[in-house]
């Protein structure tokens, strides 16, 4: 058991300092529900109801999504199979992922060769038999930016995929931040039967998009594990196919199974697994990120568990902007400063525990912070953040009951709350933190 949960602060507040088991299923809307729940499953949802997925972190299945984009696989079928990608982009060079071995780095196969590709097979030597037992094929084409070869002769493909892409599915956001974000990370991926990607967790902080654009593929999903106050899940637990590895194994929290034309919202920091269940031979997905909104009511409810949680140290600092309204990339110590004349190494050395000097400290650092990002009128509301991405993700952070309006009171209670965790984990850290063994929710 964690020390705490829940801090009681002065009567009137709480802390929010850990996400118990129960708490989680109760977060995804489940409580009762036995695991693997099925996401909810909506039919051409707007894009302020998908947003609203995307800030909780929530899972959800979109039925129809896909009309009025190039993708459209419920009119044209024949258009997005695998074998039509190929015709597509037959320069396309790609290479199979989640291999039993260590993979390529080079990009090998030609896409044209659809005849012999589609019909090779390569064992993902993943443990549990529920699992992808055959690894896919992964055309990474948005790593052309970075100089990847990723196509043969001159025709830039990222450039033609990029015109494909727009425009976006209705229900996302088309911001600028999204433009960018979406149309710099396409991949397809190809999946024989019982192929697919083994559970992994990606270090992105952007949640992703994969669209089925043909065939049928079952999607095996868990939200970041119980990792208890004075714990710590070493980075690389949750690399490709170590789920699996771990003592007792990986049992997802959610599963469903993505039909052509549906498209599936995955949040940042979950393991996710796929798979191809027939009865196409070959099922192919676009994936792709997107960064609008950011899922950042998830961040802060969660982020006692995703503090501790190594793979997911590359968006420490992503969410310690968010919370601190770091919309220039001042950085950690300079906004803590700035706010309110702390920092985390001053604060870790005070006491921790119910009515301590730390909790003092720490609900005075809110109380000083609070004058800083209001406007003249003492307000927080998403009319003072619309020209700003980094600081709408802000206020959603702090927006406890989601009404786009940040009070005071909410204020307190989640930027203390966070600045608490930040503390007790440097704490942790001095005392050498215990290592997780099992995945657990
Ligand atoms: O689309 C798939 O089958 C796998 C995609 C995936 O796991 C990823 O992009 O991280």
Same mark, same amino acid.
């Given at each position: 058991m964690a020390k705490w949960w829940w801090l009681s602060v002065s009567g009137a507040q709480a802390l929010h300092l850990g996400v118990s088991g129960e708490e989680a299923l109760r977060y995804f809307g489940n409580e009762g529900a036995s695991l693997p729940l099925t996401p909810s499953i909506l039919d051409s949802l707007n894009a302020s109801t998908f947003a609203s997925y995307a800030r909780r972190g929530v899972p959800v299945v979109i039925k129809h999504g896909l009309d009025g984009t190039s993708f459209d696989v419920e009119q044209k079928?024949?258009?997005?199979?695998c074998d039509a990608i190929a015709r597509r982009f037959p320069t396309g060079r790609m290479k199979m992922e989640y291999?039993?071995?260590?993979?390529?780095?080079?990009?090998?196969?030609?896409?044209?060769d659809v005849e012999t590709w589609s019909k090779t097979i390569e064992k993902s030597g993943a443990l549990d038999p529920e699992a992808p037992q055959y690894a896919p094929f992964y055309w /990474?084409?948005?790593g052309g930016d970075e100089g990847e070869r990723l196509w043969d002769g001159k025709k830039d493909l990222l450039k033609q995929m990029r015109k494909l892409m727009?425009?976006?599915?209705?229900?996302?956001?088309?911001?600028q931040a999204n433009q960018q974000e979406i149309l710099g990370s396409p991949e397809f991926w190809f999946a024989g039967p019982g192929a697919g990607a083994k559970a992994h967790m990606d270090s992105h902080c952007e949640s992703t998009l994969t669209l089925q654009l043909a065939g049928r593929k079952r999607w095996r999903l868990s939200w970041p594990p119980a990792i208890n106050n004075g714990s710590f899940a070493k980075d690389g637990l949750l690399a490709d196919g170590e789920p699996y590895n771990v003592k007792g194994g990986w049992a997802p929290t959610y599963s469903v199974t993505l039909a052509a034309g549906e498209a599936l919202l995955i949040p940042p920091a979950f393991v996710h697994e796929s798979k191809n269940? /027939?009865?196409?031979?070959c099922a192919p997905s676009l994936t792709f990120q997107f960064a609008?909104?950011?899922a950042a009511g998830f961040f802060r409810h969660f982020h006692p568990r995703l503090r501790r949680l190594g793979d997911f140290n590359e968006c420490w600092e992503r969410v310690a902007a968010l919370a601190t309204f770091d919309s220039r990339g001042e950085g950690l110590a300079a906004r803590l400063k700035r706010m309110a004349s702390t920092s985390l190494a001053k604060l870790s050395k005070l006491e921790s525990g119910g009515s301590s000097p730390l909790e003092s400290a720490v609900l005075e650092a809110a109380k000083k912070a609070w004058p800083k990002v209001v406007d003249t009128n003492g307000r927080l509301t998403r009319e003072n953040v619309k020209s700003d991405f980094i600081l709408q993700g802000s206020l959603d952070f702090h927006d406890l009951n989601e009404d786009g309006e940040v009070t005071e009171a909410e204020f307190t209670s989640t930027f203390s709350s966070w600045l608490m965790t930040e503390v007790l984990v440097v704490q942790e850290r001095k005392q050498k933190p215990k290592p997780l063994k099992h995945i657990e929710f």
């Open positions: 079928p024949a258009e997005w199979t291999t039993a071995g260590e993979g390529r780095q080079d990009n090998p196969i030609s896409l044209k /990474g084409v948005k727009q425009p976006l599915p209705k229900f996302l956001h088309r911001s269940v /027939g009865p196409e031979d609008d909104p950011a």
